[in-house]
Every structure is written in C-alpha cells, then in structure tokens.
C-alpha cells in the first residue's frame, strides 16, 4: 500500500492517539496508529510511512531508543518525539537519535501542525534526492550500456571483473565508442563508488594548463594565482579519475603522470612539499600507443603502468546489429526531450543505419537520431530525415516505393525542414546541416530556396 502524506503515531494512550489522528486527518493526512514500538515497527515494514510521531515512554520500548532504530533503517522517514513532561536533557537525546524535533503532549498544540509539515517537506526532499541518486546510479551503470552482441558483452563482462579491483584500466577503442561511458560503470561497480569520479581530455588542454589542471597550484605560483586551487587528482582522492586521450598528453608531462601512479604523490605548481592521494586511475585512447612509444611521443614505463588491464571497446561497424535497439533507445530519449510522440522507426531507416560507415560510432548515430528527431513529422522515422551521404546507396526501387526520386529532391526538402526548425535561422540551420554557412547559401540560391528574413 503506498500512501501520501502518512503519519504513524506511536502511544499507548488510546483516547490521545485517536484525538490526534483525527486532527491530523482534517489536516488532509493519512494516519496509521500503533500502541508499541513492537507493533509501530510491524506498520513501518507493512507500508510507506512519512513521518512517526511517537512516545517517549512506551509499553515495551524507549521511544528516543526506538527512534534512532527506525532512523538507522529508514533514513528518509523523519521523528517528532512526544511527552508528558519535556525535560533540556531529553530533548538533547531525542535529537541526538535521529529525531526531527521533540514535542510536550498539551503544551505544544500549536505547534504540531506546522511542525509536521516542516518534517513532511523535509521527507519530500529526501525522497527526491533519493530518486535522483537511483536514477544517477542506473544512468552510469553497466546496465545502462545498449546491446547484446558478443563483442560488447565481452567488452562489459571484462569491465565487470576489473571494476571489483583497483587495478588501473585502459580503454581502447575508437571515437565515439562510449569510453567514457565504460569509465563511469566500472566507478559504479566498484568500492570506490560513494566517492568522486572526475574526467579530463588530455586533448582540450595545452602543457601548462593541463598540468595545472592535474595537480593544481599554490598561491603565487604564476600570474594570476591569486589562491590555492585543487587539481583533479586532488579533486578525486578516494576516488576514480579518468584521463580521456592519454596519447595526447605532452611527453613531459607524462613523467608526472608516472610518479603519481607509482608513488600516489605529486607536486602542486609552486608547491615544494608533496600531496598525497589515493585514486584510482582509468586512462582510455583512440591511439596505439606501442606506435606513439616508436615514434618517441609516449614513455614505455608509464604504457606498462596505465595498460595493467586492458579492454577494446568495439566499433559500431563491428556490431552492427545492436544498431536497432540503439537506434530506439535515443529516438526514446529524443522524442520526450523534443515532446514529439515518435514511436517506431521504419525498417529502411535501419537498413541505412546499417549500411552506413560509422566513422563516429554510437557519438554519430546519437546525433542523427536527433536530427531525424527534430525533422520528422510523422509518428515513424522515416529515411527522408537522414542526411544526403546516407541515401546515396540507397537503391532506386526502394527510393520509389519511399515516395523518393532523386538526391537534389531530398536535399532540397531536408534543407527547407531545418530552416523551419531553426525559425530561418541560417546559422543555426548549418549548424545542425553540418555544413559550412557559405555552403548554405550556395545550396539556397541553387535550389530557390527563400526564407524569410529574421
């Protein structure tokens, strides 16, 4: 049984306890009673209970006793302690158990009714912050990972066994394979779950600003270190940090880099004395990195620290067949984002998702699905919403049956359904063409194309 808004009272004096839940029902709660702890805790595990107004002096149990049990098991529900002779010492103690707040029976009538709906804003917000944390939890777990073929379920199954360790990981793969996303199931899955879990690319940095962004720096380190600041390593201690691009990192850099996987200390800019960490490091790479140690540009020592426990993450071209359930997936996500009521996707759409080379893996096939998303005016994907390089292999019979003749057609029409989303925002509109603005106005003066001016 879920109830909204529901008050256990716990006292053994009848008339009292009816009295007050009748009061508390014209106040627009539900109300459970219970004459002992015994019997108040057999109603906590029967039902959804929101707050307990409970004795202090029960039959069988110390109410301030009984409070801090049910706060240990159920710590969203929150306690408003009632007695006959309130005392400092044993307000104190209530609220040291756990309690929301202590009451006086007859004193405090006034009171109550506020007072409970302070405590039941309070268990809404916990409840939300809860839902919250479940919902982060499963968007980052392995279970939020698409696809059933062999290649990612071994890809996952070996991410599962290394999660449980502190092992160091590399991920290897292409762009756009969801490294990342890898990265964050194996924090999920490990001890080191409750704690941070802080990304950087090794790309988007320069040397000296990826170095302090690392490491940090200390007051007056350089220009314009006005105070101490934190690097990730610093950021992540006791937790997991992920290095995104590592073969992008400058090679002198890397020799820090080495010293903080070895010995879990490293130097802040400016700083002279050492700050010690303890992080779990998860590296990932679209390079080979054994070329990059040829070519001088990656220290072989810090390769054979950071590859203890490889995984190759496939290529989307190497699974093609999880492109339907993935496909379906983002067009879920996209149509409530976008509030469109876009349900299925029709089979030639999916035949040229898997007819098409993925140079940008499941990273491309997300922004697709967005655009097609955005386009559609049907309840049904349809292929007139893919961009132009898709419907280039597509064969004339199923072009006709599509009701699609030829590409300057479909161009022209995808052209013109963009610029009406983007409200003849031209921009905008070869933003999401993926297109060069000049090459926007070639193609409007080539197909006629007027809009209205902004």
């Known amino acids: 049984m879920n109830m909204a808004n529901t008050i256990l009272i716990i006292d053994d004096e009848v008339k009292l306890r009816s009295l ?71 307000s104190v103690k209530a609220i040291k158990s756990g309690a929301f707040d202590y009451i ?25 912050v809860q839902q919250l944390e479940k919902q982060l939890v499963h968007k980052y777990a392995f279970d939020s990972i698409i696809g059933k073929s062999t290649v990612i379920q071994q890809a996952i199954d070996a991410a599962k066994r290394v999660a449980q360790t502190d092992a160091t990981v590399l991920l290897l793969g292409e762009t756009g394979t969801g490294k990342e996303v890898f990265a964050q199931a194996i924090h999920q899955a490990s001890k080191r779950k409750q704690n941070n879990f802080v990304a950087v690319n090794c790309s988007a940095f320069s040397k000296d600003l990826l170095e302090n962004e690392l490491f940090g720096h200390k007051m007056g380190a350089f220009t314009g270190a006005t105070k101490d600041a934190k690097g990730i390593f610093e950021e992540a201690n006791e937790g997991t ?45 679209n390079r080979d990195l054994k070329q990059e140690i040829l070519n001088g ?92 390089d898709f419907l280039q292999d597509f064969n004339r019979d199923t072009m006709h049956q599509s009701g699609i003749f030829d590409l300057a057609s479909v161009e022209k029409a995808h052209i013109q359904k963009v610029l009406q989303y983007t409200g003849g925002n031209k921009t905008e509109t070869a933003r999401l063409l993926n297109i060069a603005l000049t090459t926007l106005y070639r193609k409007l003066e080539e197909y006629k194309i007027s809009v209205s001016p902004q």
């Open 241 to 285: 940090i992920f290095l995104d691009e590592i073969g992008e990192m400058p090679i002198d850099l890397q020799a820090k880099l080495l010293r903080v996987i070895e010995t879990g200390e490293f130097l802040k800019l400016g700083d002279t004395v050492p700050t010690k960490v303890n992080v779990r490091l998860i590296a990932a790479t």
């Open 104 to 128: 006086t029976k007859g004193d405090d009538n006034l009171k109550i009714i506020p007072l409970l709906h302070r405590a039941m804003d309070k268990v809404k917000l916990a409840k939300r």
């Open 297 to 388: 540009k990656f220290r072989e020592d810090l390769y054979y620290r950071i590859s203890v426990f490889q995984i190759q993450l496939p290529s989307l071209c190497e699974r093609l067949e999880d492109i339907p359930v993935i496909a379906a997936y983002f067009l879920k996500h996209f149509s409530e984002k976008i509030n469109k009521k876009i349900e299925n996707i029709s089979p030639d759409y999916i035949q040229l998702l898997q007819n098409h080379t993925w140079k940008g893996n499941i990273r491309e096939l997300k922004n697709i699905i967005e655009r097609s998303v955005i386009l559609t005016d049907s309840d049904v994907l349809q292929p007139e919403t893919l961009p132009i």
């Open 20 to 90: 007050l839940a009748k009061m508390l029902m014209l106040e627009g709660f539900e109300v459970l009673q219970a004459g002992d702890g015994k019997s108040g805790l057999k109603k906590l595990e029967q039902q959804n209970i929101d707050i307990v107004l409970c004795d202090v002096k029960l039959p069988d149990e110390n109410g301030i006793e009984l409070s801090a049990a049910i706060k240990q098991k159920y710590p969203t529900i929150e306690i408003i302690l009632m007695t006959a002779y309130g005392t400092i010492p044993d």
